[in-house]
Each structure stands twice: as structure tokens, then as C-alpha cells.
């Protein structure tokens, strides 16, 4: 491997956990701040949603999840014949799976239940489904930590295998 792509595959590679690293902090954000008031007491608190200045999720997270995924294929792709490959392609299928989830489950159940509107009383039955959903969503975020501190541990395999270092010096 040249020293200029190796470089270039370091650099994918760190991206790729500095966008893992930043979905699990904007994760987190929303499990301490965002979604426990959300849940607390629906419809009622479904208000930090509404109006011209609510609270939009779909901001970031559309944006935000494709160049993620992009970026962990892209690293597969420039690690495929390093011993980094075991290290990413477990966390590609991880992402894929917790995105799967958010595509079926996740943001479905969250827009129809944002999307039933304020209310001036609390529904218990609402409630207790936005708790589920925090609960739940609070496990798929978790499953992404140990995957991303394992493609982290894959900073420390090389990029080449001892005999091209031998044949490069």
C-alpha cells in the first residue's frame, strides 16, 4: 500500500469514527434532554414539537445518517485487504441494522405520535407508548458504543501486512 493511500485510508477511517462518536453523542443528547420531556407527559408535551419554533429532529438525523453510512463503506472498501477489515465490518452491519430499525420502527412510531397533535389532557396509553419507544431507543443507541469503541480499537492494526513494509524499505 503507497504512503499516500495509507494516509488517505487513515484519515476515512478516523472520520468514520468521529461520525460514529458524533451519532452516539447526538444520541445521547436527545436520551438526557430531549425525549425524556417528550415522554413525560403526552399529548401535553408533545408542545416542544409544535409551532413555528418546535423542536424538529428531522433536522439532523436525515442528514446526518446517510454520510455516516457512507463513510464506514468507504473505510470497508480502503481496509478490505487489511487486517482493519474484521474491525469495520461488524459496525457496518451494526449501523445497517440499528438504521433498518429506525426505518421500520423508530421514526414511524415517533412522527405518528408527534403527529397526533397537542393535547390539553395526559393520555396514560400515549405515555406509556413514548416510554417503550425511549426505552427501546435508548438500547439501539447503546448497541452502537461498543461497536464504534471496537472500530476504535482498530486504529491500532496496520494498514499493511509486514512483507509489504519489507518490500516498501
Known amino acids: 500500500m503507497s504512503a499516500t493511500r495509507i494516509r488517505i485510508t487513515e484519515l476515512v477511517y478516523v472520520t468514520a469514527c468521529l461520525a460514529l462518536s458524533i451519532v452516539i453523542g447526538a444520541g445521547l443528547y436527545e436520551h438526557v434532554v430531549v425525549w425524556p420531556r417528550w415522554s413525560a407527559a403526552p399529548p401535553v408535551s408533545f408542545s416542544m414539537f409544535a409551532g413555528d419554533f418546535g423542536l424538529d429532529p428531522s433536522v439532523l438525523w436525515p442528514r446526518l445518517h446517510p454520510g455516516v453510512m457512507l463513510t464506514v463503506i468507504a473505510t470497508l472498501a480502503l481496509c478490505w485487504r487489511t487486517p482493519r477489515r474484521r474491525y469495520v465490518t461488524p459496525v457496518l452491519g451494526l449501523y445497517a441494522v ?72
Open 98 to 169: 440499528t438504521l433498518v430499525a429506525t426505518q421500520l420502527y423508530f421514526a414511524p412510531q415517533a412522527i405518528a405520535m408527534i403527529e397526533l397533535g397537542v393535547g390539553d389532557v395526559v393520555d396514560p396509553a400515549l405515555q406509556t407508548r413514548a416510554v417503550t419507544w425511549e426505552r427501546l431507543s435508548a438500547l439501539r443507541g447503546l448497541l452502537l458504543v461498543p461497536g464504534t469503541f471496537w472500530m476504535l480499537l482498530g486504529l491500532r492494526q496496520p494498514l499493511s501486512a509486514p512483507d509489504d513494509a519489507r518490500a516498501a524499505g
